[in-house]
């Protein structure tokens, strides 16, 4: 049987999803990121649950999507539509947090890296320690920046800072992050968790339905076109990544690891 690799706690109606791969930085595997699909399409089930927290450990959110799993759309033993359905799997995961009919909060410490950005802004707010960073090094590793990202980064902070994100790969504390509207509150050292949970009461104050409708509404306006400029994402990775160019610049980053 396969371990877990993320832990749900249910508080009466709130929901707290913990990403449990503490020795990978909490890495976005494949089986963890159809693990989290699949939680979050249990949770849209629930009309008992009003919000979801979702959140890493003291040490960080998540470093991204697991590197180690690249074989998954590099694999020359696979057929082009085994590729195509392997490098969807993260749009997947972030389309299903996105479309939670509840209310979703992500809790940030240390840092929310690259796929473990993506899946934070899929949901409605970010709550980021005030030593914390985040990055999106993707481009910088031969990756386009995939998984429906860059619309909805577009639709948080606008096109020139979203470009500075992705293209120059910038990293931006919590101030900064704050500042541009990427993250929605901060919080000391070790306390994201604990403020998006006040986050959290505030929002269960409030009449359940109406909470649904408005955000209904909100991410009807906010990602009308989404799809339309994010449908491709599976197709550029496969091609994007498995260029020379890309696989130079992964490995380059694995010899800077190990030095």
């Known amino acids: 049987m396969t371990a877990a690799l993320h832990r749900v706690e249910f508080r009466e109606r709130l929901a707290i999803v913990r990403l449990d791969r503490p020795q990978s930085r909490n890495a976005l595997s494949r089986q963890l990121m159809r693990d989290l699909t699949r939680e979050a399409r249990q949770l849209a089930e629930r009309t008992d649950i009003d919000v979801v927290v979702l959140t890493g450990d003291a040490t960080c959110f998540s470093a991204g999507a697991d590197l180690k799993d690249s074989g998954a759309w590099e694999g020359d033993n696979l057929s082009a539509v085994e590729r195509r359905e392997n490098a969807a799997t993260g749009y997947r995961m972030c389309k299903a947090w996105e479309e939670l009919p509840q209310i979703s909060i992500v ?153």
């Not at 940030?108 to 409605?124: K, M, N, Q, R």
């Open 107 to 259: 809790a940030i410490e240390g840092y929310a890296v690259g796929g473990g950005l993506a899946l934070s802004i899929a949901c409605d707010w970010r709550v980021m320690a005030d030593d914390a960073f985040v990055s999106l090094p993707e481009i910088a590793l031969g990756i386009p920046l995939t998984w429906g990202t860059i619309p909805r980064l577009t639709n948080l902070v606008g096109p020139a800072r979203a470009k500075r994100l992705t293209i120059l790969c910038e990293r931006f504390t919590a101030a900064e992050a704050l500042h541009i509207g990427l993250v929605d509150y901060t919080a000391p050292r070790g306390q994201a968790l604990a403020r998006a949970l006040e986050v959290a009461a505030q929002t269960l104050a409030m009449p359940a339905v109406a909470v649904r409708m408005s955000k209904e509404s909100a991410n009807a306006a906010a990602t009308a076109l989404n799809h339309a400029t994010g449908y491709m994402a599976h197709d550029q990775i496969i091609a994007a990544a498995t260029s020379a160019e890309a696989r130079a610049a992964r490995a380059a980053f694995a010899a800077r690891g190990k030095a």
